[in-house]
Every structure is written in structure tokens, then in C-alpha cells.
């Protein structure tokens, strides 16, 4: 069984703090995607990155995959109240997702 | 990118009744995917569906309590049989993309279901 290990799992910061997200896993995957969720809704599709040290940005959320494909990290510049929700890493193997628990972020304004 | 629509968004059921919940993609997808949520946590995977085949379950998951049919690739159904409060959730329906896509999964907005 694959796992991911996300870190941390609750984050509280204020507006405009800086912050980076983990996903780690002793596996090689294929692809790994980060997912927002907000309350009352399905996971949303943030980026899909899949070749090893690939960093993709969206905005003021960067996104980078290990070397080995193992591990990933997503780092939010000047949080917003808006970025509040919980993030989610799924790691794509044989047609099927593995999701990390989770972290649950909190920006407060 | 997938427009997957789930319904019903909630229902509240009385043990030992059946729910059926459906999902419908906008376009047609090989795989689609049922998920469990409790709120604020992770996703667990219930089972693969894919159409013209039986669903795979996922260890501690079984046919008999959750049924799943997929007539097309376009549609999908979870049934949770014989329900008990343990069976209060949220269930995700999923579907990979196509083509250039297809490593890429999108979600329905989910179904709460509170058991009584």
C-alpha cells in the first residue's frame, strides 16, 4: 500500500505570512496532484506535476516535485483569507490516487 | 477539465434504508471513483467503477453493502445498503480525465449523509 504522509495536518496563520505544505511518501509515483477543498464541496484540482524537480507556479501558490517523485511541496506567498480551505496531495499510481490526510489551513485576516 | 454533477447533495436516511447517490460526467471517462470523507479529514477509496466490468473494492469495502453500477461512460451509481449511523459521510464520485489528461481526477461536489 502507498502511502502519503501531508504536513501539517492544521495550520493557523495570519494574512500575508508565508507558508509551505508537505507530502512525503516512500513510494514512486507517477503524478501528484494538489487539490483545495472548501466546506460543502469536492476537491479542486490546483496542478498535476509529474516529472521529477518540476516546479509549477499558479500564482502566488508554488508547487514542486522531488527529484525522486516521491515527495512534494506546495508554498503559499502572502496567504489570503481566500486561500483558507483544506489542501490535499493525491499521488497517481496504476490508474488509481492515494491522498494524504490532509491539512487544513486557516488564514485569518 | 471534467463537470461532474452528484446528486443528491445531502440526505438525511433512517437506519437499516439504502441510498442510492449517481454521478454524472460531462464527458465520457474509462474510470470513475467512489470515495468516503468524513468532514475537514482525508479521502478514503470505496472502489474503482468501470463500465462493462464489476467495480474493484477497496480492502474493508464490499459489494453487498456498497453496490455500484456503471451502464456507460458517462454515469455512475453507489448504493449504501442496510445503513447505520457509522455510514454517516460525505461520498465522492471522481473521474479521470481523457487524453492528455488522464492522470488528472475530478470530483463531484459530494453527497452528506446523516444517518438516524
Known amino acids: 500500500t502507498q502511502l502519503l504522509e501531508q504536513s501539517p495536518q492544521f495550520l493557523s496563520i495570519q494574512e500575508g505570512e508565508n507558508l509551505t505544505v508537505y507530502c512525503n511518501s516512500s513510494?514512486?509515483?507517477?503524478?501528484l496532484q494538489w487539490y483545495r477543498q472548501e466546506p460543502g464541496e469536492g476537491p479542486v484540482l490546483l496542478v498535476t506535476v509529474v516529472t521529477g524537480g518540476e516546479v509549477k507556479k499558479l500564482k502566488r501558490l508554488t508547487f514542486q516535485f522531488g527529484d525522486a517523485r516521491k515527495d512534494s511541496s506546495l508554498h503559499i506567498t502572502a496567504a489570503q483569507p481566500g486561500d483558507t480551505g483544506l489542501y490535499l496531495c493525491g499521488g497517481g499510481s496504476n490508474y488509481k490516487l492515494t491522498f494524504g490526510k490532509g491539512t487544513l489551513l486557516t488564514v485569518n485576516p | 477539465s471534467a463537470v461532474i454533477s452528484q446528486k443528491p447533495s445531502r440526505d438525511i436516511c433512517q437506519r437499516g434504508t439504502s441510498l442510492t447517490i449517481q454521478c454524472q460526467v460531462d464527458?465520457?471517462?474509462?474510470?470513475m471513483f467512489w470515495y468516503r470523507q468524513q468532514p475537514g479529514q482525508s479521502l478514503t477509496l470505496i472502489a474503482t467503477?468501470?463500465?462493462?466490468?464489476?467495480?474493484?473494492?477497496e480492502s474493508g469495502f464490499v459489494i453487498d453493502k456498497f453496490p455500484i453500477s456503471r451502464p456507460n461512460l458517462t454515469f455512475s451509481t453507489l448504493t449504501v445498503s442496510n445503513m447505520s449511523p457509522e455510514d454517516s459521510s460525505i461520498y465522492l464520485c471522481?473521474?479521470?480525465?481523457?487524453?492528455?489528461?488522464?492522470?488528472?481526477?475530478?470530483f463531484g461536489q459530494g453527497t452528506r449523509l446523516t444517518v438516524v
Open positions: 513510494s514512486v509515483f507517477s503524478s
Open positions: 464527458s465520457q471517462v474509462t474510470m
Open positions: 467503477a468501470n463500465q462493462g466490468s464489476e467495480a474493484t473494492y
Open positions: 471522481s473521474a479521470w480525465g481523457q487524453g492528455s489528461m488522464n492522470t488528472e481526477a475530478f
